[in-house]
């Protein structure tokens, strides 16, 4: 009797483990900032997201701004909100941000990030920039085995494999488990950016986050680099042929880099550039095109 109870009592735990209802806190929250500004490249993250991920209408979505540094217009919330019933804006209002140390104001928004470490009804978290184009199915690269993860920041190098070194990474695409993290971590991100006096501040949140992670020892896994590719032969390293080549590897594209080449959305920029035969530009416009014809309202992503 003794051994029917004992068998009896792990099959029906067996049972709650695997098959119970999932709390919030096992399911992955995905974050970006964005403001009027930005509006364009997240709704069409968005979009490509939603086209390429099967899990994305069960994971839910959040999007900090601050209307004093970062305005979105309440027209351009509705839009977002309008692309799943997931999705939620949340405002921030905080002095920190808006007195930190900053080279380039259009880049101070960028502070908003560490915000993803202040997510406390969710542990498994995935933030993500809105100057990006989903191309694949990234579900595989979401990687909650080491504290922290994300592609690594740098030229790109044609390796196999993730890469386990202590190294740095791109923070237009990272996730961390909170639990495998120091419960500080948020505050003590906050009081970087409070005390910074670094003028070279080009990076903001990227550079702190990376020095709290190597200060503290955390261990990165460093996720391929087609997974976030940069190099796409728009200036910088790389080239469009190459970019062509392994467009079947890619996962993500980033359109990174203020000071080398514009973001597809800006519009007149591009030609002016002479950028608007480019490959990686014609892929982003014809995903905002799908998008505009899904739903009309977008068409103003387009208006630049």
Known sequence: MKNFKNRL???????????????????????????DEFFPGTAVMLYSMKKHLKSFNSNHIRIFFDNNISPLSHENQTLLKSLSSNIELIEINDKIYRNAICKYEKHRL???????????????????????????????????????????????????????????INTGLFGFDSKKIPSSTYLDLKEMVKKRNDPNSELLDQKMINNF?????????????????????ASGNGSEEFFKKKLNKIKILHYS??????????????KQKKL?????????????????????????????
């Open 276 to 304: 608007n035969t480019h490959f990686a530009y014609k892929l982003w416009l014809n995903y905002a095109n799908d998008l505009i014809n899904e739903i009309p309202s977008f068409s103003k992503i387009l208006e630049k």
């Open 9 to 35: 009592n792990t099959f029906i735990n067996y049972l709650v483990k695997n098959y119970s209802m999932k709390s919030l806190d096992d399911e992955i929250l995905f974050c970006t900032v964005t403001n």
């Open 213 to 233: 992670f190597s200060q503290n020892k955390i261990s990165q896994l460093l996720i391929h680099h087609y997974n976030n590719f940069r190099d796409y032969g």
């Open 257 to 270: 880099g203020y000071e080398i080449r514009p973001k597809p959305w800006e519009i007149s920029i591009v």
């Open 110 to 168: 960028a502070y908003l990030t560490i915000e993803a470490f202040n997510q406390n009804d969710f542990s498994k978290i995935v933030f993500f920039d809105g100057d990006m184009l989903t191309l694949d199915n990234f579900s595989n690269s979401i990687n909650f085995s080491f504290p922290v993860f994300g592609s690594k920041d740098g030229r790109f190098k044609n390796s196999k494999g993730p890469r386990f070194k202590w190294k740095s």
